[in-house]
């Protein structure tokens, strides 16, 4: 927030990208475990920033956010899309026998049926650190990207300066209060998806390269709900009913890891999560939006994404409690009870939404008003 007010939004999500893309790197060519974990922490500390600065800065230019923020937002997943199946190609193309196949290339059914094949039981895992080396060079095309925003310098006359501390009282409205404490809980649980699903999936039955793209699934039923259901749906049964849906396809998804068949059915599961992303997450950084007065919506916004961080960083910690708890080694090889592993976010993100339709009752200026008031 200090480099946002000395040079703007602008400039401010530039450097975070920049220098996160060189820390990205870092971590693909050394492989301490205590040099990953300081770039970690240090790539964290500059790409939490700039979910504050792009949402304050989309916020500002939009006329309805409503209306609009979805089909803005939509983009972001795209880019998610983007990044999942990218992954999968990179990795695919540092398979020798893949890299043959394309090189014999012929319009046979022969030759695309091989390809198919080796493209969902690839003959080697890839190259050491692909994974670093993309984000890296995701995150340099990112920041440049910044540099094309519209130039949204802060605004010199009536703001508070002391817009965190003003955002912090936010908290005395008890809905605003169950709201944040709610996405808090929600968002521990969520290490439960991102963590381990990779290697649920693989245990399924899933090629270990193709689970990038197969959790796309996740982001293509994320862009269907940004781009065609959030509008219609907040306009037609609310901001409040839109979140409550929200909070409740994450014990869905949860229901269906824990059952963990049939393949098919666990893979359209991933669904669930673009629902709770878009109506929960989406929908409540445009609460946040209607919540707070204009001069610290930014500061509102970031308020929610350090509750958010710091859910994610305690939600991790849990995991690895829970998944100790159930996990069994058998002839050197770890075993996971899935089942039990995955019940524990069912019941807590289940609990979330009972208490989300109890205690969230906000008055209707918070969920439709464009221009709150103070």
């Not at 802060?154 to 703001?159: D, I, T």
């Not at 808090?184 to 193709?210: C, H, M, Q, R, W």
């Not at 396809?249 to 049939?262: L, S, T």
Request: glycine share 10%; net charge positive; hydrophobic share 55%.
């Amino acid at each position: 927030m200090l480099a946002y007010r000395a040079a703007g939004r602008r400039p401010a999500a530039f450097a975070c990208n920049l220098v996160g893309g060189v820390l990205i790197i870092l971590m693909g060519i050394y492989h301490s475990l205590v040099i990953i974990f300081i770039l970690t922490g240090l790539y964290a500390v500059l790409s939490a920033p700039t979910m504050a600065l792009t949402n304050s800065l989309t916020f500002h230019h939009l006329k309805d956010p409503d209306r609009e923020f979805g089909a803005i937002r939509v983009w972001g997943t795209i880019g998610w899309i983007g990044a999942g199946l990218g992954l999968t190609l990179w990795r695919h193309l540092g398979d020798p026998g893949f890299l043959t196949q394309l090189g014999g290339f012929s319009l046979s059914g022969d030759w695309f049926g091989r390809l198919w094949d080796l493209w969902w039981q690839p003959s080697e895992a890839g190259v050491p650190g692909d994974l670093f080396f993309l984000g890296g060079g995701c995150s340099f095309a990112l920041g440049l990207f910044c540099l094309i925003l519209p130039a949204t310098p802060p605004s010199r006359q009536g703001v508070k300066p002391l817009a965190f501390l003003e955002a912090l009282k936010l908290l005395k409205d008890r809905n605003f209060a169950v709201f944040l404490a709610i996405a808090f809980l929600v968002v521990t649980e969520l290490s439960f998806y991102y963590i381990p699903t990779s290697g649920f999936l693989k245990d399924i039955g899933i090629s270990e390269a193709n689970i990038p793209s197969v959790m796309t699934t996740a982001q293509m039923a994320e862009i269907f709900v940004l781009a065609l259901l959030l509008p219609p749906t907040i306009k037609r049964i609310g901001l409040k009913w839109t979140l409550a849906l929200g909070v409740i396809a994450w014990p869905m998804r949860y229901v269906i890891f824990a059952i963990g068949k049939p393949t098919w059915l666990v893979v359209a599961s991933l669904g669930f999560h673009g629902f709770g992303f878009a109506f929960f997450f989406v929908a409540g950084q445009i609460y946040v939006n209607n919540a707070a007065h204009k001069d610290i919506r930014a500061s509102a916004q970031s308020l929610l994404a350090v509750a958010l961080g710091v859910g994610g960083l305690i939600g991790t910690q849990i995991f690895k409690g829970i998944k100790y708890l159930f996990t069994s080694t058998a002839g050197g090889v770890e075993v996971t009870n899935w089942t039990y592993l995955f019940l524990f976010p069912c019941a807590l993100t289940a609990a979330c939404a009972v208490a989300y339709l109890i205690f969230f009752k906000p008055p209707r200026q918070q969920l439709a008003a464009k221009e709150p008031a103070a």
